[in-house]
């Protein structure tokens, strides 16, 4: 297993995590920043996709998927975070409100000069008149008529209730991301970026940061389980990312969202936050919650391929209960997953063996592909005599075309 270190390790390239890594490498830190999504590189690399560059465009393609069913709580997977999908409004709150806080260190004077190096680093500027479209332009003659001040700077603490064409970090036409403003001039000096880092848990933080300890993380890197060292570690995983890795390493409520419990839920990307691409489940779950998972996940149309140590941890018990699972799909004339197939191929015996004859007369395409797929993967002798009655499904196998993961892809 590799093992990365670094003396500050950030999780999360988003629009806090891109600060926070940028502002400590011009420090000349060594620093480490981990991205569950990928890194396109700097502005002008030629590799950002086109919709997370156009502030113009909805972008929705580098999206977590979190939903509840009737909501979707949008929130952004790629170098950027948020601030690579969002609206790029950039406005500030008004002078009043932070003196009515109260609170030390956010009264008016001390956020401007604060706001004042944000809105540099991100190139906000106001849209110009002939930016706007007909429907903000007549809102404007609207709220003037309605004796609205009109304002030409949203980011002005002064500026007191008024209407105005938004404030925004957008570049010509391109969505100014937090990556752009504050790492792409320390990329290739103290700071080392890692994307594609799903950053499962803390395993140790004991004795770090003053004393000199270190903190280590448990990640998995494209499939690869990955160790992640760090002096310090700073969390900016965002609302939803910070508290599911907190809880995962036991911080918080653990008793309230132990991965049993999230595996539980119905809403896919909590039971996928556990069951995919997370070597978790694998390394601790017992024998029946990690077959409970995978039933699960066919219950709930999530592929079984993205779940780290699907084949190490398949079992007899498993099979059997997937294949009970097939019969009742059967039996109510409801199509079965060919992916099931992948945990019953290695514990194929001569009931299995017919079920899996079945699928390769009858079956949908992808069906037989996942049935001859089982059959490549079992020992027995009669096994290999059904698979070789479909040459071209033995074929695929063996030249490498066919394999559980383009079965994953087309299903
Ligand atoms: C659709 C949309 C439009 C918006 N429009 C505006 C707007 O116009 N103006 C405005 O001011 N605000 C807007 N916002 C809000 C703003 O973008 C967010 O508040 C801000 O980006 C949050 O920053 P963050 O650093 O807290 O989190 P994020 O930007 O979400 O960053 C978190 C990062 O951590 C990564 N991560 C999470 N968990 C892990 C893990 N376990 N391992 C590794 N990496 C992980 C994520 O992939 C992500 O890149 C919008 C938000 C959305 C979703």
Not at 293 to 313: E, N, Q, T
């Amino acid at each position: 297993m590799s093992v990365v270190s670094a003396e500050v390790v950030v999780v999360g390239a988003g629009s806090a995590g891109c600060v926070v890594a940028g502002r400590l490498a011009e420090q000349g830190r060594d620093v480490l920043l981990l991205e569950a999504g990928p890194d396109y590189g700097p502005v002008g690399s030629g590799r950002w996709p086109a919709e997370l560059l156009s502030a113009r465009m909805l972008a929705t393609t580098h999206d977590w998927g979190y939903t509840s069913g009737r909501w979707v709580f949008e929130r952004a997977r790629v170098m950027g975070g948020c601030s690579s999908h969002n609206g790029a409004i950039a406005a500030v709150g008004h002078r009043a409100d932070y003196d009515g806080w109260g609170l030390p260190g956010w009264a008016g004077d001390d956020v401007a000069p604060l706001f004042r190096q944000v809105i540099e680093r991100m190139r906000v500027r106001a849209y110009e008149a002939h930016e706007a479209g007909p429907f903000h332009a007549r809102c404007l003659d609207a709220a003037a008529d309605l004796g609205w001040t009109i304002a030409s700077d949203l980011c002005d603490l002064d500026a007191g209730a008024s209407f105005g064409l938004e404030t925004v970090n957008v570049v010509g036409h391109t969505r100014w991301n937090a990556g752009f403003a504050y790492l792409d001039h320390v990329r290739g000096g103290s700071l080392r970026v890692l994307d594609e880092v799903m950053v499962d848990r803390l395993v140790a933080w004991h004795g770090a940061g003053s004393s000199g300890g270190t903190v280590r993380l448990a990640a998995e890197r494209r499939g690869e389980p990955i160790v992640i060292e760090g002096g310090t570690v700073v969390l900016a995983g965002g609302v939803y990312g910070t508290p599911l890795l907190l809880e995962r390493s036991g911080i918080g409520a653990p008793e309230a969202l132990r991965a049993a419990e999230g595996l539980r839920s119905s809403m896919n990307p909590v039971f996928e936050a556990i069951a995919h691409h997370n070597p978790y489940a694998a390394e601790q779950l017992p024998e029946a919650t990690w077959n409970q998972m995978v039933l699960k996940a066919l219950f709930i149309g999530s592929a079984l391929d993205p779940i780290a140590g699907l084949d190490r941890r398949a079992n007899p018990r498993l099979a059997r209960m997937l294949r009970d699972h097939a019969h009742e799909r059967w039996a109510a004339h409801r199509p079965v997953n060919p992916e099931l197939w992948r945990c019953v191929g290695p514990f194929v015996d001569a009931d299995a063996l017919s079920d899996l004859a079945r699928v390769l007369h009858g079956g949908t395409p992808d069906e037989q592909a996942g049935a001859a797929l089982a059959l490549h993967a079992c020992r027995l002798p009669e096994a290999a005599a059904l698979l070789q009655r479909h040459h071209g499904l033995l074929f695929a196998i063996r030249n490498g075309s066919l394999h559980w993961s383009t079965l994953a892809a087309t299903t």
